[in-house]
């Protein structure tokens, strides 16, 4: 608001304030989930045909419709080459000495 004209002489000066404020943007912003990184894969357990996992936290809620926090776990099939012992028949018995 600015004056059109100011009062002079015994004229009625102009009442109330020069700027009004209004409040807006009362909605709070939205907060996304956060994450510390992914951990290392685990070992294979059990070694042949398992399953390995790795691991994050949450160091951030998401908040007010931000993006939301999903597993901070992580699965996985695993395999390593794995063969069995096996053995032979037995030989004859050698002669007795």
């Known amino acids: 608001c600015t004056y059109l004209k100011k009062e002079i002489g015994k004229g009625i000066p102009c009442t109330g304030d020069l700027?009004?404020?209004?409040?807006?943007?009362?909605?709070?912003?939205?907060?996304?989930?956060e994450?510390?990184?992914?951990?290392?894969?685990?070992?294979?357990?059990?070694?042949c045909n398992g399953t390995q996992t790795r691991n994050r936290t949450i160091t951030v809620r998401d908040?007010?419709?931000?993006?939301?926090?999903?597993?901070t776990t992580e699965d996985k099939k695993c395999s390593n080459l794995c063969v069995?012992?096996?053995w032979s028949g037995w030989t004859e018995w050698a002669s007795c000495s």
Do not use: A
């Open 84 to 86: 069995d012992c096996g």
């Open 35 to 47: 994450y510390t990184p992914w951990s290392n894969w685990s070992t294979c357990e059990p070694w």
């Open 63 to 71: 908040k007010n419709g931000g993006e939301p926090c999903l597993d």
């Open 19 to 33: 700027k009004e404020t209004e409040v807006c943007n009362v909605d709070p912003c939205p907060v996304d989930c």
